[in-house]
């Protein structure tokens, strides 16, 4: 790997961690950049939790320190999610990613018409969707069915819990981001652990992002907190956009 490669990957590591502490999905400008640089696919998708996880956890910390998280929620879905992550991450290989990028792209397409169509969505909190059965579903959509998908795939991971807490929940999409930002740290470590132990992560690679995905974690951390939900909505829907282009170039022009 030469200097140019290097200087590429520790750039993108900054802006991916500014997009996963606003929104989530980083990984659309992590990943391609690795494989890019030569990093086979899955040393690559090892490597990209391995800088994640660190930025991810920064911006976790900097959202608890200046805004209130739901702990109720935070604490039980982190911890489910830590463990449907590495499951994921262990039977990724038994799975083929391509049967589901083409359904990733429709959830993400409705996403974008749903946030788009409905101006006021996650501008302000709606406390009164808050009943104990929404509780129970956002645990086991964000811990167990988003953790898994991240661990199998990840694109949008992010994302689809910053949506999942603000459509089950009546979250504001800044409180919203923050409580993800809880839940993607456990899958991204359960997805390490997993891959740590397959001896897929390129540590020294790794760790070198980690330092500038931090970076950039808390300069999008800051910028969700003092801008608010309006400024998040509008990068919410730039970054379905660049996911849903990303998986329809694997799916139909890679190939």
Do not use: E
């Not at 391509?98 to 397409?109: D, E, H, N, R, T």
């Not at 070198?208 to 907190?225: E, K, S």
């Amino acid at each position: 790997m030469h200097a140019g490669q290097i200087v590429l990957l520790l750039l993108a590591a900054v802006a991916a961690g500014w997009v996963d502490a606003v929104v989530g999905g980083g990984g659309v400008l992590q990943l391609p950049v690795l494989l890019l640089a030569g990093v086979p696919p899955v040393q690559a998708l090892a490597t990209n939790k391995s800088a994640a996880i660190f930025g991810t956890a920064s911006a976790a910390v900097t959202y608890a320190r200046r805004t209130k998280l739901d702990r109720a929620v935070a604490v039980p879905a982190a911890a489910l999610a830590v463990a449907f992550a590495g499951l994921g991450a262990a039977s990724a290989a038994l799975l083929d990613a391509a049967v589901l990028k083409p359904l990733v792209m429709v959830v993400l397409l409705g996403v974008a018409a749903f946030v788009t169509l409905r101006p006021a969505f996650g501008r302000l909190p709606q406390p009164h969707l808050r009943t104990r059965g929404r509780v129970v579903a956002a645990l086991l959509v964000s811990g167990m069915a988003i953790a898994y998908y991240d661990g199998i795939l990840g694109p949008g991971t992010g994302t689809f819990l910053l949506i999942a807490f603000t459509s089950i929940l009546g979250m504001d999409f800044v409180h919203a981001s923050a409580t993800a930002k809880v839940i993607n740290t456990g899958t991204n470590l359960g997805a390490l652990a997993v891959f740590a132990a397959q001896g897929h992560v390129l540590w020294a690679v790794g760790l070198a992002m980690a330092a500038c995905n931090i970076a950039g974690a808390q300069i999008g951390a800051r910028m969700a907190l003092s801008r608010g939900s309006g400024f998040v909505r509008v990068v919410l829907l730039c970054v379905v956009a660049a996911l849903v282009a990303k998986l329809a170039y694997d799916q139909f022009l890679a190939a």
